[in-house]
């Protein structure tokens, strides 16, 4: 009977389907129901997130990268699905993962130092295979890493202490320059400038024009945001993609000029010992064979762009989280006035600004710039407990990590954060490991040196006393404010230490 029941020539199909059912109707249930059964049992995974659903899952959460942005879209699946999540980005699974034992992990481990990201978009903006920030290969991603080490470190590093403070004072004594009709100054504008200044002086030493390349610079990288995770589909429309192309051409262009003065200026010079740095190490690596001149480009434009990029923004918000914080303020200057009394800051200075740098901290934790980072596994491999296939792209998404666990105020700006140790796996601005920030060091010298010559010299104010939490802000690649609200400008006004803003 049982048999009888499972077997499908038991039944006339005209009497299972009534007659008044179009004949069409039947192989649509049929595919219906195939549908269905593959929907069933399609593979699941241990690990949380959205479901495939036949693909449309996919272009699901990849627009949702595309729609709100990398930053925003990795808080919402965080906060949706858990601290450790699997979605998909151009059809591949990724992974995005904010718990600091397996962001530990990942940046421990070698086979997990490539990057991913769009292989054209990649290419329009010079990345894909060639300097150090996204190479995705990783042969030339080490061999190129080197020239970046050397030069951020050491003698370098001391050298920009000194760089730094003249720069800022330099741009303090031009500060109407950047100073608006109302007296309102464009700090955005300034730190970039100063930013670019800095590295120009330590890494290339070649005259330019700052406005025009900040400016190159700003759209440079909003090619680069724009372009990193875009389905290959997009590049097939040339009018979509035609100005973020056009953006980087002009910065590639401006820097290609710079790179052949500074090899016109070696060709002339004496001494070449007087003349060694970034740019030309990597100019005389080319001449040797080891590099190409589109390596020596890229890699010259991705050191220029660094500090202007990031940096300048992690600034301006300190200088914002200042001005909202009075009593932080006096007692970084306290700190100020004891370690260096009248004097500006030099290298032996550093370790025994502790206060300056809690506030550096605790200003990256609570308000990161950079506050995910992008990586490749390059073999099969578990973490904490879910498999991940070679192959699978990765996002740590420190950001929210440091959010998370050990802090005791981890909603709230304090330097309570820092008062005790903390441990490196609950606390990563720069990443670290094998494909950690290369310039992280250097990066604490410049925020310090700058921050401590602007501070000796001005009180910072926001406009009518808005703070951090006024500030529109995007979260993609990286967090920036939009530039095109008011709230960005700034009042300087003089400090009785030297009576001006201005340098002594």
């Known amino acids: 009977m049982i048999l009888e029941t499972l077997n499908p020539m038991h039944y006339n199909i005209t009497n299972v389907v009534p007659e008044a059912m179009p004949a069409a109707t039947v192989p649509i249930l049929l595919l219906a129901g195939f549908l269905f059964l593959i929907w069933n049992y399609e593979e699941t995974s241990s690990i949380p997130g959205p479901c495939y ?23 919402y699946y965080n906060k949706m699905y858990g601290e450790f999540v699997r979605v998909w980005i151009s059809g591949e699974e990724t992974l995005i993962i904010s718990k600091s034992s397996s962001v530990f992990y990942v940046m421990k481990h070698g086979h997990y130092v490539s990057r991913f990201g769009s292989k054209l978009g990649l290419q329009c903006i010079g990345m894909y295979e060639n300097g150090i920030i996204f190479n995705n290969n990783t042969t030339l991603w080490k061999e190129m890493r080197p020239f970046f080490t050397k030069a951020l470190s050491g003698p370098g ?11 800022t004072i330099d741009h303090l004594d031009k ?5 608006t009709e109302l007296g309102n100054i464009n700090v955005l504008n300034l730190m970039r400038r100063i930013m670019l200044d800095t590295s120009n002086k330590l890494f290339l030493r070649i005259p330019l024009d700052e406005n025009a390349i900040v400016l190159k610079i700003q759209n440079y990288f909003d090619a680069w945001q724009a372009l990193l995770l875009k389905p290959d589909i997009f590049f097939k429309i040339s009018w979509l993609y035609k100005k973020y192309e056009e953006s980087v051409k002009d910065l590639k262009g401006a820097m290609e000029l710079l790179i052949q ?110 506050d995910l980072i992008m990586r490749k596994a390059l073999q099969d491999d578990v973490i904490d407990g879910y498999p991940v ?5 990765i996002i740590l998404n420190i950001g929210r990590m440091h959010k998370l666990e ?28 094998p494909r950690g920030c290369v310039g992280k060091f250097i990066a604490m010298v410049m925020m310090k040196a700058i921050l401590v010559t602007l501070l000796r010299r001005c009180r910072v104010h926001t406009q009518k006393g808005r703070g951090l939490n006024n500030i529109q802000k995007n979260n993609d690649l990286s967090m920036h404010p939009n530039e095109r609200q008011p709230l960005l400008e700034m009042v300087f006004t003089p400090r009785s230490i030297t009576g001006k803003c201005q340098g002594d």
């Open 53 to 75: 659903c036949m693909g449309v899952g996919a272009l699901i959460s990849h627009g949702r990268f595309l729609w709100m942005g990398v930053g925003k879209a990795c808080n």
């Open 261 to 370: 003065q500074k090899r016109q200026k070696l060709f002339t010079v004496e001494k070449l010992d007087e003349h060694m740095d970034f740019a030309t190490q990597l100019i005389f690596a080319q001449n040797r064979g080891d590099l190409t001149a589109e390596n020596v480009n890229q890699c010259v434009l991705e050191m220029m762009i660094a500090a202007p990029d990031t940096l300048s923004v992690t600034l301006f918000f300190m200088l914002v989280l200042i001005a909202e914080h009075p009593k932080v303020e006096e007692e970084m200057m306290k700190e100020i006035e004891t370690v260096m009394g009248d004097r500006d800051v030099q290298s032996d200075d550093m370790p025994n600004l502790k206060v300056v740098e809690n506030f550096i901290y605790e200003s990256m934790r609570y308000q990161p710039v950079v």
């Open 175 to 179: 500060l109407q320059e950047v100073t």
């Open 157 to 167: 590093l001391v050298r920009m202490i000194s760089i730094c403070v003249e720069s």
């Open 389 to 393: 296939k070679k192959g699978t792209n």
């Open 406 to 433: 050990f802090f005791p105020k981890p909603d709230e700006f304090s330097l309570e954060n820092f008062e005790k140790n903390v441990p490196s796996r609950y606390f990563q601005p720069f990443g670290f490991g």
